[in-house]
């Protein structure tokens, strides 16, 4: 027992220290090499209130998208948990599908459909809904509504339903037993969904900007800047100055805010005392039921689904076309293509897997404590800061400080950005699976005679499988889709991303490049989409164990 | 008013069939249980009644009234969960009156009603408790309270002792008759441990592989059993293989194995049919020598001391074993090794049809 202590907190303390050292430490030491350029912008005051404004728009958005998310995401997941059709597996998957679109095509494709002639707005003569802050919400809400469907997903498979149960023959409807009852008990995952979404809502670059118009909040202002550099309208101190600036109060205010979520969140009481027991019973039953069923599936439909493959859709016609047949013999502009598809997925398998082997231990030390509870927390929170760090801002960091190492091969940087970025999606859903199972299950199998490692084997590995599969698509479809950051870390090499948002910047500037047309980047959009799907769903049939725990 | 009446009930998961067409009626303010082997479809049944799983067909009738379509709130029962499924999130108080306020009752009432079932389940200094912070026992008492602050009629337990160690099992299960009979409840128990069902219920079903093989009162059952496996998972009984070789009425003579002839009385049997007769360890009557009826000689093997009782483990001629049981005060112990007559009287002694797979796949539970 003494002999084995040692090397158990061993492995947690690597953890932390690869937590530090890979993924917490060079953004931020990243920023503070630059820290002096920040004197550039508290000079020029309009440029600050300017970031000022852009920021409080950010948390302003994320606020309102997550708050909507849960709102119109946990019925969702009620649904495909609860519901009896075979189709709901189906819905299941379609609903990881806004993930796995990589978030320029999806910023693209929710232009098209929202606002550009060819989508919805050609019913209503005119643009429907022009860029700005409505279509940042829109997007925002498509991207982020997924991954409050997942984190609740996982969390009712591993709710133990007998207390919804209980509730119902103590008189209970169901309305009611789910918010006096569910609800309540869930609470750690529905805050650590909120969280995520919030998180994404408040750091996705790519796509925002391509919606965002005139509208600024935080990552498009620092593109903006980063444009304005490239352009040569502003300094080179003026744009790491503003970089480092708006980072800092992004990071510094989100934290805050973390921080008050977790203190507050675990007083927070859910169950508001009151019953409302005539109102309730009547939300209670199949008219109500079916129609929140209705709206429910409406609006993922509608809002999510259907405006994240808009851009696919001249795919369908490019099936009959020349294009087709190159980008099947990967010809011409198609071979970037398929290669940058290659190297997209490498990346993404990669990461998930150093994802897991670092992310698992830190996730156990969290959830169990294993330092004592203000480390824990302390961890906790510091786990979030890549979460909320704009993807630019990020990749620009990232890249400031590992320029230092000049002999870093590109795509290893890319494999640390992403696991920076990736790394709080694996910890949060495996600590919030950790903590909703009783330590006594764990002290039961210790009694039996397993070794830790046996009881982690045989028993939390096994009641945490699905949210640790969660975990891992979340990584994996994140690291696949994501844009900011690469964009602002690599030179040369090309991700699947980064020649989806060449293409949309050409689509949009034909001088660019005039060979793009919409057919040519629906079906790069629409064949990434199929190869992640196609992905995605073996990754399902593998896990699919004989029960869902 | 609660009875509890089901009508050709089946459900099943999958390919298993976890209840066959079972038909069961439980009078108002009865105690009862369901008594059988471990997955043999008790929970089901009892989760049927409550509404928290939905039938493949049948009916389900509580207090006269058809409930298939009525949601489990509706339908006025109490159910106390094997694990007591307390609410983790809520102190004891918070969730004895989760009935009362969820029902919307008068909030004074409520509150009468809250200090009323803690009064019963004598726990009213744990109030403001929560669960995890309570034993095993007092989480059961709390299951019950709050199954009964919320009005319930009809009680549905599921193994409500299971998880409490023997002795707090054995004084807690009288309590359970005694409150559900001070408060006018019916009471449907649900257990795999014979001696309770047997000890605290007005009357018994006993299930096995999704069917209910009997119902009858604790003494009925034990009396007269239907079938070989109600006669093996009530109580104890030897089971002596043979067959009939004179049958006049219901009068058989029956030669087991091993050659000894015995006289027991059972209807349906004909001569030459093959036959298990069953006695109960303490119907046995033990004399050094004795000739005559009903007699089986054999060796004592093994003796248990088990305070008013003795136990003996005696090989017969035919290599079969039988248990006797005697009283250890009033009689002569024997030894070890000891030569032994026994006899029994053919009223106190069972015959059944030799079953048609064979006896042990007959008793397998
Ligand atoms: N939700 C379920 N899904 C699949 N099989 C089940 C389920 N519930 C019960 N069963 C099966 O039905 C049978 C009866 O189970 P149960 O009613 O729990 O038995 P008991 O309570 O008597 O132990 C068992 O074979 C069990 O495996
Ligand atoms: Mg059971």
Redesign the interface.
């Known amino acids: 027992m003494s002999a084995k202590k040692p090397l158990k907190y061993t492995m947690y303390l690597a953890a932390v220290a690869v937590f530090f050292a890979l993924i917490l430490l060079p953004p931020i030491i990243g920023i503070f090499i630059k820290w002096n350029t920040i004197e550039e912008v508290l000079g020029q005051p309009a440029l600050m209130h300017r970031a000022l404004i852009a920021v409080v728009n950010s948390f302003v958005i994320a606020l309102f998208v997550s708050a909507l998310d849960v709102v119109a995401g946990v019925p969702l997941a009620w649904l495909i948990t609860r519901g009896k059709s075979k189709w709901l597996n189906v819905l299941d998957t379609f609903a990881d599908i806004p993930f796995i679109v990589p978030t320029a095509a999806l910023g693209y494709s929710l232009l098209l459909f929202w606002n550009g002639p060819e989508g919805l707005s050609a019913l209503f003569g005119g643009s429907l809904i022009s860029t700005g802050w409505l279509l940042v919400a829109l997007l925002h809400f498509t991207f982020s509504y997924p991954i409050v469907v997942r984190v609740f997903v996982g969390a009712l498979l591993d709710y ?1 339903r ?2 919804e ?10 309305f ?2 789910a918010r ?2 569910t609800f ?2 869930l ?1 750690p995952a529905l805050i650590a969904a909120f969280i995520l979404s919030f998180a994404r809502s408040l750091s996705e670059t790519g796509a925002t900007f391509i919606v965002a118009g005139a509208f600024e909040n935080g990552p498009v202002f620092l593109q903006n800047m980063r444009n304005a550099f490239s352009n040569g309208l502003v300094s080179q101190a003026t744009y790491e100055g503003a970089t480092i600036f708006a980072s800092l109060i992004l990071i510094v205010t989100s934290l805050s805010i973390f921080a008050l979520i977790r203190i507050l969140g675990s007083r927070l009481r859910l ?1 508001f ?1 009151r ?1 409302w ?2 109102i309730e019973r009547k939300l209670s ?1 199949t008219k109500a039921t079916a129609s929140r069923n209705t709206v429910t599936l409406l609006v993922f439909l509608a809002i999510v689904l259907l405006p994240s493959l808009f851009v696919a859709l001249p795919a369908f016609q490019a099936l009959f076309t020349e294009h087709f047949s190159a980008a099947i013999s990967g010809s011409g502009l198609w071979t970037d293509y398929w290669q940058s598809l290659l190297i997209s997925y490498l990346l993404g398998a990669i990461v998930t897997v150093i994802g897991l082997i670092v992310g698992l231990p830190m996730a156990i030390l969290i959830a169990r404590k294993k330092f004592g509870g203000f480390i824990a927390t302390v961890l906790d929170l510091l786990i979030n800061v890549p979460l909320i760090v704009p993807s630019i801002a990020l990749g620009v960091s990232l890249k400031f400080f590992w320029q230092s190492f000049a002999f870093m091969p590109e795509f290893i940087l890319l494999i640390f950005a992403h696991l920076a970025i990736t790394y709080p999606y694996i910890v949060r859903s495996i600590s919030a699976a950790f903590e909703r199972i009783s330590v006594d299950i764990e002290d039961a199998a210790r009694t039996l005679g397993a070794k830790p490692f046996d009881v982690f084997r045989t028993i939390m590995l096994p009641l945490t499988k699905y949210s640790i599969l969660s975990g891992a698509i979340m990584v994996f479809t994140r690291s696949v889709s994501e844009t900011g950051a690469t964009l602002a870390v690599v030179t040369n090499l090309q991700t699947a991303p980064v020649v989806i948002v060449n293409w949309v910047r050409a689509l949009q500037n034909p001088a660019l490049n005039a060979n793009i047309t919409p057919s040519v980047v629906g079906l790069g959009c629409g064949i990434l989409i199929v190869f992640s799907f196609i992905i995605l769903l073996l990754l399902r049939l593998i896990t699919r164990g004989k029960g869902r725990y | 008013m609660p009875e509890v009446r089901v009508v050709n009930l089946t459900k099943k998961f999958g390919n298993i069939v976890a209840l066959d067409n079972v038909n069961l009626v439980i009078h108002d303010k009865e105690y009862f249980s369901l008594l059988g082997p471990s997955g043999c479809g008790k929970t089901t049944l009892l989760r049927l009644i ?3 799983i939905e039938p493949d067909s049948g009916e389900i009738y509580i207090g006269g009234k058809r409930v298939d379509n009525v ?5 006025e ?3 106390v ?1 094997q ?1 007591f ?5 809520m102190t004891v108080w918070e969730n004895v009156n ?2 009362p ?4 009752f008068d909030l004074k009432a409520a509150g009468t009603i809250g200090h009323e079932v803690l009064e019963l389940v004598k726990l009213h200094e744990r109030l403001n408790a929560y669960p995890n912070e309570l034993s095993g026992g007092m989480m059961q008492r709390i299951a019950v309270a ?2 009964l602050a ?2 319930a009629k009809t009680l ?1 337990l599921d193994e409500p002792l299971g998880q409490l160690d023997a002795k707090v099992r054995n004084e807690i299960r009288y309590e359970m008759r005694r409150m559900a009979k001070d408060l006018n409840l019916t009471a449907i128990h649900v257990t795999h441990d014979q001696a309770e069902a047997m000890s605290i219920s007005d009357r018994i079903a006993v299930m096995k592989k999704g069917k209910i093989v009997q119902v009858g009162t604790p003494q009925e059952l034990y009396m007269k059993p239907n079938s070989l496996f109600v006669a093996y998972f009530i109580g104890e009984s030897n089971f002596l293989e043979g067959s009939v070789v004179e049958a006049k009425d219901s009068e058989l003579v029956i030669e087991l194995r091993g050659g000894d002839k015995v006289k027991v009385f059972g209807e349906g049997l004909k001569k030459g049919e093959r036959a298990v007769v069953v006695v109960r360890p303490e119907v046995f009557m033990v004399e050094q020598k004795k000739q005559g009826e009903n007699v089986l000689k054999g060796t004592v093997e093994k003796i248990s001391f088990e305070g008013t009782f003795v136990r003996y483990e005696i090989k017969l001629r035919s290599e079969d074993s039988v248990v006797v049981i005697r009283p250890s005060l009033t009689e002569k112990w024997f030894e070890v090794g000891a030569g032994i007559t026994l006899s029994f009287e053919p009223e106190k002694a069972h015959v059944f049809p030799y079953p048609e797979t064979s006896l042990a796949e007959e008793l397998s539970v």
């Open positions: 133990k007998e207390y149960q209980a509730s119902r023959t103590l008189g209970a409807p169901p009611i037993a006096t009852v309540p008990i609470k169950p005392n019953v027991p005539s039953y | 409550a509404g928290l949601p489990p709130e509706d339908r029962i109490g159910f969960f694990t499924a307390l609410f983790p999130h989760y009935g306020r969820v029902k919307n709050r199954a919320a009005g549905l």
